[in-house]
């Protein structure tokens, strides 16, 4: 069984940053895609980074140039660097652990897949 734990949220102005951090237990953290999501009350959870297992990344249109994923393979961590927040980047952001590489299906859905953790939130005042 693989355990995802987020931290890093809070509350922070437009124009700030913040760094959010997902511990994972478990082994061959470094085989497996990792992906971090967001959701805004009434929206769908959305993709928002993707790191793959071989180290290549990959962002949503709306967070490119902003934020920036990263992975500690040593520590079985994935990382979310986040500047220049915005209000409408308010939301719970999930990380997840992708089924495979991160090079053989698209990442961008949610069923690609198959742990995530919690959430922590995140909210950027104006």
């Known amino acids: 069984q693989v355990q995802l734990v987020e931290s890093g949220g809070g509350l922070v102005q437009a124009g700030g940053s913040l760094r959010l951090s997902c511990a994972a237990s478990?082994?061959?953290?470094?085989?497996?895609?990792m992906g971090w999501f967001r959701q805004a009350p009434g929206k769908e959870r959305e993709f928002v980074a993707l790191?793959?297992?071989?180290?290549?990344?990959d962002y949503a249109d709306s967070v490119k140039g902003r934020f920036t994923i990263s992975r500690d393979n040593g520590k079985n961590t994935v990382y979310l660097q986040m500047n220049s927040l915005k209000p409408e980047d308010t939301a719970v952001y999930y990380c997840?652990?992708?089924?495979?590489?991160?090079?053989?299906?698209?990442?961008?859905?949610?069923?690609?897949?198959?742990?995530w953790g919690q959430g922590t939130q995140v909210t950027v005042s104006s």
């Open positions: 997840a652990r992708g089924k495979g590489t991160g090079y053989d299906v698209s990442y961008g859905y949610t069923s690609a897949y198959d742990y």
């Open positions: 478990g082994r061959s953290f470094s085989m497996h895609a």
């Open positions: 790191s793959r297992s071989g180290g290549g990344t």
